[in-house]
């Protein structure tokens, strides 16, 4: 069975950093398209940042290009967001989620469809 676990949310101070993992179980990660999307109280989920099976190709949603890097170490099944100069707005629930082979850009677009979500690690910036 497929499964995602989060892990490393947390308080944060605006400007500070703070980076979320993504831990695979069940199935061999290297074939999955590993995506994180966000959902802040009152809003609809948003498609942060996505990454393909091999790691060769990313995306990134305007409102973190320069500031959230997504990698993915696949011998340990883990997929990484780093998030620096971290602003109010950054605040809400992080879910990974994985499809097999899916282009990074379409994934986190459209969000839906997928074939395993995690079960979401708070991020709260604020002073």
């Known amino acids: 069975q497929l499964q995602l676990v989060e892990s490393g949310g947390g308080l944060v101070q605006p400007g500070g950093s703070l980076r979320v993992s993504c831990t695979a179980s069940g199935f061999t990660s290297n074939y999955y398209t590993i995506g994180w999307f966000r959902q802040a109280p009152g809003k609809g989920r948003e498609g942060v940042s996505c990454?393909?099976?091999?790691?060769?190709?990313?995306y990134y949603a305007e409102s973190v290009k320069g500031r959230f890097t997504i990698s993915r170490d696949n011998a340990k099944n883990t997929v990484y967001l780093q998030m620096v100069n971290l602003k109010p707005e950054d605040t809400a629930v992080y879910y990974c989620?994985?499809?097999?082979?899916?282009?990074?850009?379409?994934?986190?677009?459209?969000?839906?469809?997928?074939?395993?979500w995690g079960q979401g690690t708070l991020v709260t910036v604020s002073s």
């Open positions: 989620a994985a499809r097999r082979l899916a282009n990074v850009q379409t994934m986190c677009n459209i969000g839906n469809g997928l074939d395993a």
């Open positions: 990454i393909s099976s091999s790691g060769g190709s990313t």
